[in-house]
């Protein structure tokens, strides 16, 4: 017996094929319906035959970007990841329309984040030569949080560059 390809099936068929690989995919993670899109064409669906599977999926609440992108954050934020990274993040994955703020503030807020992932890194030191403070700066704004964030991280912390250079 031959097994069928997905070209090979019937349109009633293929709707079934797609929407038993995304049962699956949610089985086991919130996905954004570009995710979903992504992994079906990978497995040789094309766009304009999955996207209607994904939108009755979304109707019936079996797929939700909003539920996802709340999930994303959560999980993104509990590792330390600040606003800037977590949103181009999202971005990449369909999801524009996010509010970040109100999800950090469940979780403490930006600056209560920033602060613990610093403190997590480093150590008390108050008097930085230029080359540390650049490399702690760098590794901040790595982990997605503004340069403004960061002076005021610093500021709080009364960190100053020390005058002997680096």
């Not at 992108?69 to 999980?75: D, H, K, W």
């Not at 509990?78 to 999800?103: F, K, M, N, S, W």
């Amino acid at each position: 017996m031959q097994k069928k390809t997905p070209s090979s099936s019937t349109p009633t068929e293929r709707r079934q094929q797609i929407e038993a690989v995304c049962l699956r995919l949610l089985a086991r993670r919130e996905h954004s319906q570009k995710e979903l899109l992504d992994k079906l064409a990978l497995r040789g669906f094309m766009r304009d035959e999955s996207l209607p599977v994904i939108q009755a999926m979304a109707e019936q609440n079996w797929q939700n970007d909003l539920r996802y992108a709340e999930c994303y954050l959560r999980q993104r934020i509990a590792t330390g990841y600040g606003p800037v990274r977590i949103r181009y993040e999202l971005q990449q994955r369909g999801i524009d329309d996010a509010d970040l703020d109100a999800q950090a503030e469940e979780q403490g807020g930006w600056q209560n984040l920033l602060l613990d992932v610093y403190a997590r890194k480093y150590d008390d030191e108050k008097s930085l030569s230029q080359n540390e403070w650049l490399k702690r700066s760098r590794f901040l704004q790595q982990r997605g949080f503004s340069g403004e964030m960061i002076k005021r991280l610093f500021g709080e912390l009364k960190i100053k560059l020390n005058s002997r250079g680096g």
